[in-house]
């Protein structure tokens, strides 16, 4: 099969992002997070590395959605009906989602402490 051209690529994945928006309230809810962090960092003046942690932070939280939704459809699409194993997959991947959020808060905390209380 030919691959698609770069441009096209990009716009295929800029695609699903948009479909996310559109279909996932989770998702949504953390790209409202994303950017209340966007203008705390411009409003604290976040340092270079401050500014890093914040946004990795935000990031991994969207890409861990993204993977756990696009497992869910999977696992929706294999297997419709109530089964066990099916269980066990959406919830270690919903696992995944659940840390990386933990790990984000902390980083927030941890980050704007220093700006808010010294
Ligand atoms: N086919 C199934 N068989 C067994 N358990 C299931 C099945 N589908 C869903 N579950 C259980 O219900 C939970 C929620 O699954 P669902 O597909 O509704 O995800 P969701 O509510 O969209 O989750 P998220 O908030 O992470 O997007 C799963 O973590 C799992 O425990």
Redesign the pocket.
């Known amino acids: 099969m030919q691959k698609p051209p770069i441009h096209r690529s990009f716009l295929n994945a800029f695609r699903g992002v948009f479909l996310m928006l559109k279909t ?1 309230r ?1 998702f949504q809810i953390e790209v409202a997070a994303f950017f209340i962090n966007l203008m705390l960092i411009f409003y604290f003046k976040l340092s270079a590395v401050d500014t890093v942690l914040i946004l990795m932070a935000s990031a991994g939280v969207l890409s861990a ?1 993204i993977f ?2 696009a497992i ?1 459809r999977i ?2 699409i294999i ?6 194993r ?2 066990f997959i ?2 270690i ?2 696992g995944a ?1 659940l840390l990386m959020t933990i790990a984000s808060i902390i980083t927030g905390i941890i980050v704007y402490w220093k700006y808010i209380f010294q």
């Open positions: 996932e989770n959605e756990n939704t869910e696992c929706d297997q419709p009906d109530f089964d066990k099916i269980g959406k919830d991947s919903a989602v």
